[in-house]
């Protein structure tokens, strides 16, 4: 393959890590939690609102548990993994738009808007990441996975300044107050993530295994009897069998603190402008440092990086 065209599928990879960002800033650490408790939730008893949200979030999580590995198999099986992250990135971004329509007392259609958004989001990931050995090589995995990342947090930074801005000043964009503003905000993520999208849909091209023609019921046990035999396999090695249950551990303790930062410090009473500017920080201070650890990996241990990462979290949580 020709460097110039490599670099074109690289960066369409890439960019959809910039699209979906949108998602994982405004509406699961920011802006939604602190609307919930603030507007959805405000017909609940004082504490309620940050239980319930952390009841949606663990039912997000597991409902997405459940269904990941079942599609996963699936799709790998039928080659048809583009097809699965496309339909998730529509049903993704479609019910984030649908947050709009969310007002004051409205805390289960949030919840229930959420979860499906939610599990648009995080399916279409595993899609997602499933395509990275196929656009680069072995030895380039850390810095082009690092460099989705940073893109990441660069292109959720920069929705998160429009969003914020919006809320904060509506009438400079047209809007008669913050409240519709952070609604508005909603529908602008949800056309954000579908509009960066489009480069991966457009460039990212996916190998066809031939494999033989599955009748209706098969499209319904295969997946669990090839989740079985790949559990069954995992046993035999041991090196897999620990990352994943390390993997399970740790990246559940950064997604708890990511999902339920904001509405805990809302809950204990810091300002909603202060929470959106400190995470708006956070997105601009991680840009460069997800590089640098991506360099970082790349030339010395992924592992000891890791291991480096996963300690300066721990120590900042406690």
Same mark, same amino acid.
């Given at each position: 393959?020709?460097?110039?065209?490599?670099?074109? /599928?690289?960066?369409?990879?890439?960019?959809? %890590?910039?699209?979906?960002?949108?998602?994982?800033?405004?509406?699961?650490?920011?802006?939604?939690?602190?609307?919930?408790?603030?507007?959805?939730?405000?017909?609940?008893?004082?504490?309620?609102?940050?239980?319930?949200?952390?009841?949606?979030?663990?039912?997000?999580?597991?409902?997405?548990?459940?269904?990941? =590995?079942?599609?996963?198999?699936?799709?790998?099986?039928?080659?048809?993994?583009?097809?699965?992250?496309?339909? +998730?990135?529509?049903?993704?971004?479609? +019910?984030?738009?649908?947050?709009?329509?969310?007002?004051?007392?409205?805390?289960?259609?949030?919840?229930?808007?959420?979860?499906?958004?939610?599990?648009?989001?995080?399916?279409?990931? /595993?899609?997602?990441?499933?395509?990275? =050995?196929?656009?680069?090589?072995?030895?380039?995995?850390?810095? /082009?996975?690092?460099?989705?990342?940073?893109?990441?947090?660069?292109?959720?930074?920069?929705?998160?300044?429009?969003?914020?801005?919006?809320?904060?000043? @509506?009438?400079?964009?047209?809007? @008669?107050?913050?409240?519709?503003?952070?609604?508005?905000?909603?529908?602008?993520?949800?056309?954000?993530?579908?509009?960066?999208?489009? =480069?991966?849909?457009?460039?990212?091209?996916?190998?066809?295994? @031939?494999?033989?023609?599955?009748?209706?019921?098969?499209?319904?046990?295969?997946? +669990?009897?090839?989740?079985?035999?790949? +559990?069954?396999?995992?046993?035999?090695?041991?090196?897999?069998?620990?990352?994943?249950?390390?993997?399970?551990?740790?990246? %559940?303790?950064?997604?708890?603190?990511?999902?339920?930062?904001?509405?805990?410090?809302?809950? /204990?009473?810091?300002?909603?402008?202060?929470?959106?500017?400190?995470?708006?920080?956070?997105?601009?201070?991680?840009? =460069? &440092?997800?590089?640098?650890?991506?360099?970082?990996?790349?030339?010395?241990?992924?592992?000891?990086?890791?291991?480096?990462?996963?300690?300066?979290?721990? &120590?900042?949580?406690?």
């Amino acid at each position: 393959m020709k460097k110039g065209k490599n670099d074109k /599928v690289i960066w369409s990879w890439v960019m959809y %890590d910039w699209a979906n960002s949108a998602f994982a800033t405004t509406i699961m650490a920011v802006v939604l939690p602190i609307y919930f408790s603030d507007v959805a939730a405000k017909n609940l008893k004082e504490g309620l609102a940050v239980s319930y949200w952390g009841y949606t979030q663990s039912i997000a999580m597991l409902l997405t548990a459940i269904i990941a =590995p079942l599609l996963g198999t699936l799709a790998d099986y039928t080659s048809s993994k583009k097809k699965f992250m496309s339909f +998730f990135i529509l049903l993704g971004s479609s +019910f984030t738009s649908l947050l709009y329509f969310v007002q004051s007392g409205d805390w289960l259609l949030c919840s229930i808007l959420y979860i499906v958004a939610n599990i648009g989001f995080s399916a279409s990931l /595993v899609f997602y990441d499933a395509f990275l =050995p196929h656009i680069t090589s072995r030895e380039n995995f850390a810095w /082009v996975s690092s460099l989705g990342y940073a893109m990441g947090y660069l292109g959720g930074g920069l929705l998160l300044i429009l969003n914020i801005l919006m809320i904060q000043f @509506p009438k400079m964009f047209f809007l @008669p107050d913050s409240l519709t503003a952070t609604r508005v905000a909603f529908v602008t993520v949800g056309v954000w993530w579908l509009l960066f999208s489009i =480069p991966f849909f457009k460039n990212i091209k996916e190998e066809k295994i @031939p494999v033989e023609k599955l009748n209706v019921g098969n499209y319904f046990t295969l997946p +669990f009897e090839r989740l079985k035999r790949t +559990f069954s396999e995992a046993r035999k090695y041991k090196e897999l069998f620990k990352f994943l249950i390390a993997f399970w551990l740790y990246i %559940d303790g950064v997604g708890t603190i990511i999902k339920m930062a904001a509405i805990y410090g809302r809950e /204990v009473g810091i300002g909603s402008m202060h929470l959106m500017g400190a995470i708006l920080l956070v997105q601009f201070v991680a840009f =460069p &440092f997800a590089m640098i650890f991506g360099k970082i990996a790349s030339k010395t241990n992924t592992k000891k990086t890791i291991y480096l990462t996963i300690a300066l979290y721990c &120590f900042i949580t406690v």
